[in-house]
Each structure stands twice: as structure tokens, then as C-alpha cells.
């Protein structure tokens, strides 16, 4: 693997993040950490509920999750991570905090607490979304180093995904990942461990869900919950109709409706323009010799809306390229970013000619 993990900003070497001990996902939707020599140990709403009175956390993760629309005035459930970017530095070292609980390991808590001591240089290697501005870069490395590190690389997610999902990115031949998050989605093409194009549009899962909910607001006068958006998505595979249940629009009471499946997806093809464009214009960038690669090794679909029922089969539609989910696609960069913080990712030989 290229020894350089992408260019710009987000540059360290494999020899660098050898060092560190800890890899981070901090998403929109979820937040992952990956250990050194124990693996994921979190993997996490990015959610905390707060007492707006006193400033107390209440719950974070899945816990503060559940409370979102059922609060009392006084409770507030935050997202402190929008479009993978830290936009609430103290409370996304709360939360962190929060989640790690213990796992970092005592040592690295105290001794960073610790004044006058020799502190051990900690290092944690952090994903970011590709083409980050400068601001959102400072406020991942601001929130590592309030939780005790002291060095932060960070790393392009398309890089760790495409590790993540075992492509043999080192190799002089083309392979291409879109990553469908909860507010983004990240499209490349990659070859010789680093990035031949890319482009990142903000559309993921969440305009989805948002265009589904807007679909049976407008064309069927209900309001669904949140969280019934889910279960329909899986309901939408099999059957041309399914029961919904939900809230009048007008009346406020409780009510159900049937819907014909094919126009709940049609709702949900129109964010994905923005996701097509992505592919196309990535595609147009890329050199014909890597563009001929991909017609037969096609796209690896990861993030977590992967997931997402006939989202592959509506990409493969539309490109006319073979389309595989990769295996816990959700998890594939933090566990990328495991991979490289484990040394199991080999660098490519800086002089390969050299007896
Ligand atoms: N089983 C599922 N069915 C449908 N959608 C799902 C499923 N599981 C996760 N998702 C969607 O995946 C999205 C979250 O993906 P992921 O965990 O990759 O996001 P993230 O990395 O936190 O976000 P971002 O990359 O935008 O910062 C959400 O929009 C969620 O609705």
C-alpha cells in the first residue's frame, strides 16, 4: 500500500499510525472506536440527551436514541456530529467519554490528567470525510486531545472504507467504493493506494428516510415517526402494498393507510440523482484503463445505508455496473482504520526495482 494514505491534508504514513492505539469513526448517525488489539468497542448512536437546567448528561448512545421526541421540556437529545463533522466539540468528548467508559484503559486517563508527570505520547487515528475543510479537521483533532491524546492523525475515510472492505486497493488496477452515510455520501475511484477521484455529495440515508416521510405527508396526509421509517424499508422488499401507521396530518389522530411499494420507492430514487451524478462525473474523471477495470469488477456499496433494502439493485439500475454490499458495510472504515493502526496493512516497497 501507497506509504502516503491519500493526498492534501490527511497524510500520514503507515509508520505513523502504526503508533497509534486507538481508530475513530465519530459519523452522523454512529460513532465507532477500534482498539488496538481488542477490535470495536463501540459502536454507538452519536446521540446524547442533556438536562438544559443543569447541563447534566442524562444518556448518550442508543439509550439517549430512544428519547428523541419524547423528552420532557427540560431534555434536550443533541447530535454533536453533522455530516461527519464535529459541529459540538464538548459534547462530542462527553459522549466519547461517555462510551469509552473505562476501555482506553485507566492508564491513558490518568496519567493525561496528571500534571508533572511524564505523559506517554498517545496517539488516535481519526477518520474524515473526503475533501474536509480545514475547521472540521481541527475539531476532530480539538476532540481527541480532549480525551487525552496527544497526537491525532488523520485519515480520508474513502481510504480507510476501501481497506474496511478488503479491496485490493494496492494494486496498479482500479477499484471503486461509494460510501452511503447518514448526511453524505462519498464516491471514488481508487489504484495504487490512493485516490484517482472523488467526490463527496450531501446525501445519504437520512434525505432518504426524509423523502419517504414527505412522500406519505403529502400524497397520503399521515405523519409518520421517525423511527417507524426503519421497519418500512424492510417492508418495501416483498409485497406491492403494505399497511403504514401513523399520525393524521389534520387531525392528530392515530390512523393507517396501505401504500403501493413501487411509489415509496420511486420517493426514495429522487435524492439518489445526487448520488448517480457522483458516480457519473467520478467515472468521467477517471483514466479509460481504469473506467475498463471497473465494467467488470464493479462498485463496493458501503456505509451504513447500505443496508438500505434494493439500494444496490437501484444502483445497478441506473449504472449498469455490477454492484456488491460490503460485508458489514457499515463498519468498514473504522475497522479499515483497525487494520492500518494493527500494521495488518503492508506498505508497498519504496524501491521495488531494488535487489
Ligand atoms: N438496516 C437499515 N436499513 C435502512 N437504513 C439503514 C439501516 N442501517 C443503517 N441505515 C442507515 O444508514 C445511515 C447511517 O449510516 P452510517 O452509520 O454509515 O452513518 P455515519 O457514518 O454515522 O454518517 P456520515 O457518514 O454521514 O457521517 C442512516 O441514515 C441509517 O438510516
Redesign the pocket.
Known sequence: MNPHLASGPLTPTLEHLKRCSIAV?I????TRVYLRNSGLVVDEP?VAAVDVRSGALIAVGSRAETMAGRTPQHIRVVRP?S??VVVDIAMAQRMLRHVLGDKLGRRWMRMSMVRGMPMPVMRAAVCMPHGSEPIALRAAVETMYGLGARKVELVDTLIAAAVGCGLPVEQPEATMIVVC????THVAVLSLGAIVSAQTVPV???AI?RAVVEHLRTQHELMLPSQSV?PL?QMLGGTSTTEVHGRDVISGMARTVTVETERVRSAMRTPLTAVLDAITSVLRQSPPDLVADLADRGIMLA???A??PGLDLMLRQATHMPVHIAPHP?TVAVRGLGAMIEARVRPTPKDPLAP
Do not use: E, P
Not at 459519523?27 to 454512529?30: E, I
Not at 452515510?181 to 453524505?184: H, L, M, R, V
Open positions: 469513526d459519523g452522523a448517525a454512529r452519536s456530529v455530516s461527519g452515510g447518514a448526511g453524505t445519504g440515508g437520512d428516510d426503519r424499508h456505509g451504513g445505508s443496508h438500505m457499515d
